[in-house]
């Protein structure tokens, strides 16, 4: 088998999955898109993807033609990530982080959503599903299992007062009907209580 018969094979296969082609994927380049491997990155074509994004090795971007995924400008999909939306909408803004880690973002179950701001990161091994708003600068640090959970915008980690950032969920365990404020942060072990929240100072002081 040739090359050129190679990727006929390999482009056959993506396109009755729904899924670009090695070429298609090589062409999200022409918006200023990094896409480092295009044989192991998997994007659907009936996904809506903006400029200067970085797609890393062994990611997934996948949209049902009865749902919708809309990805923004500048962000950055580590390897081992997953985002697929089946039953309803996930919209992302721009230059959030998502891994390193195995991050996985759907939305599988009946009324799903999904909607991610801009500046958040979301790093480990998260699982996300159902009805979610993670707001500007928001963030989940470690192993969470994420449902329907709402993180106040505010400003990036990067931002120099903690108390100002986006709500955050770090540690590890499930996270159910969380609804956290600008500021604040909830260090899980085993499970997330909103009777556990703390501000972020408290672990940043330094950031007052």
Same mark, same amino acid.
């Given at each position: 088998?040739?090359?050129?018969?190679?990727?006929?094979?390999?482009?056959?296969?993506?396109?009755?999955?729904?899924?670009?082609?090695?070429?298609?994927?090589?062409?999200?380049?022409?918006?200023?898109?990094?896409?480092?491997?295009?044989?192991?990155?998997?994007?659907?074509?009936?996904?809506?993807?903006?400029?200067?994004?970085?797609?890393?090795?062994?990611?997934?971007?996948?949209?049902?033609?009865?749902?919708?995924?809309?990805?923004?400008?500048?962000?950055?999909?580590?390897?081992?990530?997953?985002?697929?939306?089946? *039953? #309803?909408?996930?919209?992302?803004?721009?230059?959030? /982080?998502? +891994?390193? $880690?195995?991050?996985? !973002?759907?939305?599988?179950? &009946?009324?799903?959503?999904?909607?991610?701001?801009?500046?958040?990161?979301?790093?480990?091994?998260?699982?996300?599903?159902?009805?979610?708003?993670?707001?500007?600068?928001?963030?989940?640090?470690?192993?969470?299992?994420?449902?329907?959970?709402?993180?106040?915008?505010?400003?990036?980690?990067?931002?120099?007062?903690?108390?100002?950032?986006?709500?955050?969920?770090?540690?590890?365990?499930?996270? *159910? #009907?969380?609804?956290?404020?600008?500021?604040?942060? /909830?260090? +899980?072990? $085993?499970?997330?209580? !909103?009777?556990?929240?703390? &501000?972020?100072?408290?672990?940043?002081?330094?950031?007052?």
């Amino acid at each position: 088998m040739t090359p050129d018969q190679m990727i006929e094979h390999i482009d056959r296969y993506r396109h009755e999955a729904g899924y670009l082609g090695i070429a298609e994927t090589i062409a999200l380049g022409r918006s200023g898109n990094i896409v480092f491997d295009p044989f192991s990155t998997l994007v659907s074509r009936h996904i809506t993807i903006g400029a200067h994004n970085i797609l890393h090795p062994n990611i997934r971007l996948e949209a049902d033609q009865d749902a919708q995924l809309m990805i923004g400008n500048g962000n950055m999909f580590a390897s081992g990530t997953t985002i697929m939306a089946q *039953t #309803g909408l996930i919209r992302i803004g721009d230059e959030n /982080i998502f +891994g390193p $880690g195995n991050v996985t !973002i759907t939305t599988a179950r &009946p009324n799903a959503m999904i909607r991610i701001g801009s500046f958040g990161r979301y790093r480990g091994t998260i699982d996300m599903d159902g009805q979610c708003v993670l707001g500007d600068g928001s963030q989940i640090l470690g192993q969470v299992s994420v449902q329907s959970v709402e993180l106040a915008a505010g400003g990036s980690f990067k931002h120099p007062i903690a108390d100002e950032r986006g709500a955050v969920l770090k540690g590890f365990g499930k996270a *159910t #009907g969380i609804r956290l404020e600008t500021g604040k942060v /909830i260090a +899980g072990s $085993g499970d997330f209580c !909103i009777s556990a929240q703390k &501000p972020q100072s408290f672990y940043h002081p330094e950031a007052r």
